[in-house]
Antibody
């Protein structure tokens, strides 16, 4: 069955960077895209960007452009999201989600990773 | 970029039907039959309920249906059940920003 398993919770100080990973299984990793979506405490969902795994092509929200990098390791079936220059407003649960290429459907989601930014 | 507009909350009694609206613009909802809907229970990841406006993934109850009129997409849940209580989010492609955009979310309470 399709599974996306994310790395564990992280705590960072303001100004630091964080990397969250998302390991895929149960499907052909290179045939899909992976999107990253975050959710601040008590707030709604916010789209950050995506990578078409087979090509490595990335596409980022203007809000996070320059601060987020999404990459993948096809040999490990894993996608990575790095967010830099963290502030307290980046405290959120970060989700990865699978996307059939050519659609905007996010059909399977990871369990989420809590990133806390605090001094 | 602005989120799509959803009501903050809706409620209904078991067995009733409710509809959640998702209003955008002719640069997002109005221009594409690509709206998807997600259910999120507390502490859980979102779950896909409707995609491409009207389609249901395998395993999702046929009590859930999607539609669109102009710049507004809608999610209808018929025969409400206690297990439907959750937050619901719509999502669309937004050409102005070349991005995905979510609605602010709607909390469904089953009375």
């Amino acid at each position: 069955q399709v599974q996306l398993v994310q790395s564990g919770a992280e705590v960072r100080e303001p100004g630091a960077s964080v990397e969250v990973s998302c390991k895929a299984s149960g499907y052909t990793f290179t045939s899909y895209a992976i999107h990253w979506v975050r959710q601040a405490p008590g707030q709604g969902l916010e789209w950050m960007g995506r990578i078409v795994v087979g090509y490595g092509d990335t596409w980022y929200s203007q809000k996070f452009q320059g601060r987020v990098t999404i990459s993948r390791d096809t040999s490990a079936s894993t996608t990575y999201m790095v967010l830099s220059s963290l502030t307290s407003e980046d405290t959120a649960v970060y989700y990865c989600a699978r996307n059939p290429v050519g659609t905007i459907t996010l059909d399977y989601w990871g369990q989420g990773t809590l990133v806390t930014v605090s001094s | 970029q602005s989120a799509l507009t959803q009501p903050a909350s809706v409620s209904g009694s078991p067995g009733q039907s409710i509809t959640i609206s998702c209003t955008g613009t002719n640069s997002d909802v109005g221009s594409y039959d690509l709206v998807s809907w997600y259910q999120q229970r507390p502490g859980k990841a979102p779950k896909l309920m409707i995609y491409e406006g009207t389609k249901r993934p395998s395993g999702v109850s046929n009590r859930f249906s999607g539609s669109k009129s102009g710049n507004t997409a809608s999610l209808t849940i018929s025969g409400l059940q206690a297990e439907d209580e959750a937050d619901y989010y719509c999502c669309s492609y937004a050409s102005t920003y070349n991005s995905l955009v979510f609605g602010g979310g709607t909390k469904l309470t089953v009375l």
